[in-house]
């Protein structure tokens, strides 16, 4: 091993992490501090926040629990992390993205770049249009039932 960490840290990538995370607004985490308020040190606190994520010794806090009401009722927690560690988070992500891209299967569309739930839609819709026959199936049922494959049984689904 010829690196003490994964990949170098640098004090271009924490700006402009800065500038991204700042673009997509959000509120303040468990420390309290908004985005004006991180703002008004922006050069200490990039730099201490750089300093640590270079050294290695970052540790993120832990993040405010926030309940977001649902339409049919009752409540969604929602994690909201301080503004420091959004940036950290912003570093890593466009460090890794663009190296693990290439290793998505190209019908993933689950939090890609450039992909949508409504690009997934249509390409189910197209496959859909090809072929004149559907295939429904409970998976859930398959696993559970025990006339497919027993756990002890080591030779696969009887029968075969």
């Known amino acids: ?3 003490a960490k994964p990949f170098p840290v640098t004090k271009r990538q924490v700006w402009e992490a800065y500038k991204r995370v700042k673009a997509n607004k959000g509120g303040a ?3 309290g501090q908004t985005l004006e308020d991180f703002e008004r040190d922006v050069g200490d606190n990039l730099y201490k926040l750089w300093n640590r994520m270079a050294s290695g010794s970052y540790m993120p806090p832990a993040v405010k629990r926030v309940e977001i009401p649902k339409e049919g009722g009752g409540v969604r927690p929602l994690g909201v992390p301080t ?3 959004r940036v950290a988070q912003m570093v890593v992500k466009q460090a ?3 190296e693990l891209e290439g290793h998505f299967h190209p019908d993933s569309y689950g939090y890609r770049p450039g992909k949508s739930a409504h690009q997934a839609i249509g390409q189910a819709r197209k496959r ?3 072929n004149d026959w559907v295939l429904d199936l409970d998976i859930k049922g398959f696993l ?3 006339s497919y494959c ?3 049984d080591a030779n696969g689904p009887k029968g075969l």
């Open 29 to 31: 985490g468990v420390d």
């Open 150 to 152: 027993s756990p002890t």
């Open 1 to 3: 091993m010829t690196q």
């Open 128 to 130: 859909c249009w090809r």
């Open 96 to 98: 890794l993205e663009p």
């Open 83 to 85: 503004v420091a560690d």
């Open 144 to 146: 559970e039932s025990s």
